[in-house]
């Protein structure tokens, strides 16, 4: 378990060891991965839907990590982002990392929290432009490993993140850091990061106006999980728009900037093994090569598998027969939860209200 990981660092030690990173400003690519063989995009990699314009086609993504600790709710400009993963860090709490394919679209997004392994090995194949302060020590090597340049706090501070002096009067420095859409492109040329390149798609997509491919498994209005004894998350569909809207903490998760729930056409709850990194003995360590899960679309849910394998190989996710699933255009969500807490998920036929949903008590 955790092979891939450990053959990573083991390959830094031993490049570290000859030499091999010395002068390594000269090696870092400014181009994010070479990824090659993948079709010119016909469509939004990240939803599925028609591109606005022909220039849209080879633009990198932006991924930004964002704070959820229940200090930090409501947090900003989550609702302008296509996909939202999210995943235990540490002591329970999660972290979510917001994907936009229009930078146009970042109004303000935050707080902006550091970085963790997980999250770098579902960027990487998309090749996004890495917005975070800070890293953990194997995210940082994983970073360094690929040798991808990013836009970091703690090194570009006011030149790409702005802090909310007002916010800090009631909450603790590390939840007033915000980021937009001007202050990424500061970044971006300070770095001299190119903004277009290859990358895969974040899921195989249901040709946009086709008719959707509803699973047909079981009724699924009301889904409820919970990541750990700290965080509760849920899920109620809206008829009327044919969304997901997210719960967090018992309410109603809220986006500051606009004032509006967290909703999705599609949900993905998949589950890993999960274990605690050796070198520092807290950091859960995510098996990313294979595991299982449920999709969720249209008030209806199917069960499926997903394989990842290498940080930069796409997320692959399958059906029970093993053929890749369409994934119908729309904005996405994708938890990743420890296996062991697959036993906290609940789908229900009933359309819940909030207050009745069953919460971390």
């Known amino acids: 378990m955790f092979g891939i990981k450990r053959i990573v660092t083991a390959v830094v030690a031993l490049a570290l060891a000859a030499g091999l990173f010395t002068g390594c400003e000269e090696k870092i690519s400014n181009s994010g991965l070479n990824i090659e063989d993948v079709p010119q995009a016909q469509y939004n990699y990240l939803t599925g839907l028609p591109f606005e314009s022909e220039e849209d086609k080879s633009v990198r993504p932006i991924a930004v990590m964002v704070d959820n600790l229940k200090v930090a709710v409501p947090q900003s400009g989550l609702s302008g982002a296509d996909i939202i993963y999210e995943a235990v860090t540490e002591g329970g709490i999660t972290r979510m990392m ?19 392994d997980r ?9 996004a432009i890495y917005v975070h302060i800070g890293s953990s020590t194997s995210a940082q090597r994983m970073l360094n490993f690929y040798s991808y340049q990013d836009i970091d706090g703690i090194y570009l501070s006011f030149v790409s993140f702005e802090y909310d002096s007002e916010l800090a009067k009631t909450k603790s420095a590390e939840h007033c850091w915000f980021t937009n859409k001007d202050l990424i492109k500061a970044g971006i040329e300070k770095n001299s990061i190119r903004t277009k390149n290859n990358f895969y798609p974040a899921f195989e997509f249901v040709e946009y106006g086709s008719e959707p491919r509803v699973p047909e498994e079981q009724r699924a209005n009301t889904v409820s999980f919970k990541y750990s004894g700290y965080a509760d998350v849920s899920f109620i569909y809206d008829e009327s728009t044919g969304k997901y809207l997210k719960n967090a903490f018992g309410i109603p998760h809220m986006d500051a900037l606009t004032n509006q729930q967290l909703s999705f056409d599609n949900v993905f709850v998949l589950t890993a093994q999960v274990g605690i990194q050796e070198e520092n003995g807290i950091l859960p360590d995510f098996d990313m090569s294979e595991g299982e899960g449920y999709y969720f679309y249209g008030g209806m849910c199917e069960k499926v598998r997903w394989k990842k394998g290498a940080p930069e190989n796409p997320l692959i996710i ?5 053929e890749v699933i369409k994934v119908n255009p729309g904005k996405s969500y994708v938890g990743l939860l420890d296996e062991e807490m697959l036993d906290t998920l609940t789908i229900s036929e009933e359309t819940q209200s909030v207050s009745s949903v069953e919460r971390v008590q």
């Open 119 to 127: 999250f770098v090995e579902l960027m990487l194949p998309l090749n």
């Open 318 to 322: 399958y059906n029970e027969d093993g």
């Open 98 to 116: 917001a994907v936009y394919s229009d930078i146009d679209d970042i109004q303000r997004v935050g707080p902006v929290r550091s970085a963790r």
